[in-house]
């Protein structure tokens, strides 16, 4: 499952970090401001779109916004069963009501949060643990 994020957003990115620690390899973060052309990625991608919302990549299919946070909610076992909630009316619309105020708000709201990006390379990237360094870890715990 890919997750397009902002890695401009500091939210964004911290919400990948927390992500990555959670599922490991069953997600791959794509920072959408990595790709000169977002239909790279998938050839429904818009920047625009990419801009405004998370997204998640799943079989295939595209799920944006606060639906897109309801697809990796659906991957660990005591998310899953709230993310029914979202189908039922007037859950998802709220759900998406509120992940757009927080995305139209998300640099201003990072800055409160403390939560700087600083301009960086591949230093500031969000990447999967690496098989070696959690077996490693695993060792040492």
């Avoid at 779109?49 to 309801?70: F, L, N, S, W």
Wanted: charged share 25%.
């Amino acid at each position: 499952m890919q997750v397009v994020f902002d890695g401009h957003c500091g939210i964004c990115t911290a919400a990948m970090v927390r992500l990555v620690e959670m599922y490991g390899t069953r997600i791959e973060p794509v920072d959408f401001r990595s790709y000169g052309d977002v239909s790279e990625i998938h050839p429904s991608l818009r920047e625009d779109a990419c801009k405004a919302r998370m997204h998640v990549i799943r079989d295939g299919r595209v799920y944006g916004g606060a639906e897109a946070a309801v697809q990796l909610m659906q991957l660990h076992k005591f998310y899953r069963w709230p993310t029914k909630l979202y189908y039922v009316p007037p859950i998802g619309w709220l759900s998406e009501r509120l992940y757009d105020w927080v995305s139209r708000n998300r640099f201003k709201l990072s800055k409160l949060f403390g939560l700087k990006v600083p301009a960086c390379t591949d230093a500031c990237s969000v990447h999967p643990p690496s098989p070696s360094k959690s077996k490693s870890k695993q060792k040492r715990d």
